[in-house]
């Protein structure tokens, strides 16, 4: 039997993982990727203030795994009838596959917004976004991030960090369509992000949907912003080898029998009938019960037996956590908090995620960067 896992994101590395220790040996896991490394996407906004972090959260992929072939190629489609994926250097056969090929950033045909921004998925539009927003530090001017997703807010935070620390005479400007930021997420944790993004001097303007751009100024439903620097977080939408789409799934987070879809790149509904958010948190999470859903349907084909029903779902977050610069916010059930204690836990579960996955220098590293931001830890 070969398994196919495309995408070494959160939800590929998680999956794959897990069925390198449960499998038996002569189960085929295959892991295709484009990229040679794994990204810890959810810390690439500190990359625009800190460069040296790019090596701390591109982990390579050779390490990670000990048994899978790991396949560096592009996937161009994902045929689920014929059980192909086919690659910019030829096909692959499957019994089952994972598509985990996470999201692209959406514009929404939005007149030209694509053409004057810079997104933030890779570890070259951090680069880039440094590269624009550097010389800024000296001239002075203003840079406006668009969409106050859980990207957008720590691309904003993490950029008045960085005019702070220069003592530069930068604008940052964060907008977003809907009447809060983090607009997905529960009322106290906006509150307490929009607190700590005002305080950090973020100019955060809601009600204010982006209509269209030029070269150096945005429309939006709040008046026209001129601005020297666009970075736009506004949308996600389904990879390319996916049409584009993010398919909806229900919670057994299956496209079809043989063929599961995890993390960003569908639309998941849990149990309850709760929309799945589009988060590294939800990734790593449904990774684990499609781990146990093919180790399940494994057991069974070794047995001659018919599948046994998909494992199911559930989405019960244990919180949110967002840096905004070097302050954080922490949602704990309940609870909110703010500052060293929330920076510090951040600093954890990136920490504990990292040796999760076997990067244990790396998870070093990041507590290091992390802390040391801050100046919570001596670098000397
Ligand atoms: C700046 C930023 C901050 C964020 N902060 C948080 C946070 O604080 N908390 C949180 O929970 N989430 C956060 N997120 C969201 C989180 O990073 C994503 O939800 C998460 O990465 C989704 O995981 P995934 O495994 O579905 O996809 P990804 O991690 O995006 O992995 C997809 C993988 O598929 C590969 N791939 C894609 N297309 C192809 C192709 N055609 N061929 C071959 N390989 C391909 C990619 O190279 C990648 O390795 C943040 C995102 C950003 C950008």
């Not at 046994?308 to 905004?324: A, N």
């Not at 960067?369 to 001596?378: T, W």
Request: hydrophobic fraction near 40%; aromatic fraction near 4%.
């Amino acid at each position: 039997m070969r398994i196919v896992v495309c995408g070494a994101g959160y939800a590929g590395v998680t999956l794959a993982r897990s069925l390198e220790r449960r499998l038996p040996e002569d189960v085929e896991l295959v892991v295709v990727d484009e990229r040679p490394y794994h990204l810890i996407q959810h810390e690439l906004h500190r990359v625009i203030r800190r460069p040296g972090l790019a090596d701390v959260i591109a982990v390579p992929l050779d390490s990670l795994f000990e048994r899978a072939t790991v396949r560096e190629t592009r996937i161009e489609a994902i045929d689920a009838d014929e059980r192909v994926v086919r690659c910019a250097d030829g096909e692959i056969r499957y019994d089952y596959a994972a598509i985990c090929l996470g999201a692209e950033t959406a514009y929404y045909g939005l007149p030209g917004v694509e053409e004057h921004s810079i997104p933030l998925k890779r570890l070259e539009h951090a680069t880039e976004i440094r590269k624009r927003v550097l010389p800024l530090l000296d001239s002075g001017g203003r840079v406006v991030v668009g969409g106050a997703g859980l990207s957008g807010v720590q691309v904003a935070g993490e950029l008045a960090a960085l005019a702070r620390e220069e003592d530069a005479p930068l604008e940052v400007t964060l907008l977003e369509r809907l009447d809060s930021v983090a607009p997905n997420f529960p009322e106290n944790f906006r509150t307490a992000v929009t607190q700590e993004l005002t305080e950090r001097g973020v100019d955060v303007r809601t009600r204010a949907a982006v209509r269209r751009t030029t070269a150096d100024v945005i429309e939006t439903d709040d008046g026209p912003i001129p601005y020297d620097a666009f970075v736009w977080t506004g949308g996600i939408r389904g990879p390319g080898a996916l049409c584009e789409r993010r398919p909806p799934v229900r919670s057994d987070l299956r496209l079809d029998a043989r063929t599961f879809v995890v993390g960003d790149a569908a639309k998941a509904v849990d149990r309850d009938g709760e929309a799945v958010p589009a988060s590294a948190q939800a990734a790593i999470r449904e990774a684990r019960v499609v781990a146990d859903s093919l180790v399940g349907i494994v057991e069974s084909w070794d047995a001659g037996g018919f599948g046994p029903r998909p494992e199911r779902f559930g989405f019960d977050s244990p919180g949110w956590l967002v840096s905004v610069g070097d302050g954080a916010v922490a949602q704990v059930g309940p609870s909110v908090l703010r500052g060293r204690a929330a920076l510090a836990l951040k600093a954890s579960v990136g920490a504990g995620y990292l040796s999760s996955v076997g990067a244990v220098r790396n998870a070093v590293d990041l507590v290091d960067e992390e802390l040391g931001i801050a100046g919570l830890v001596d670098r000397d």
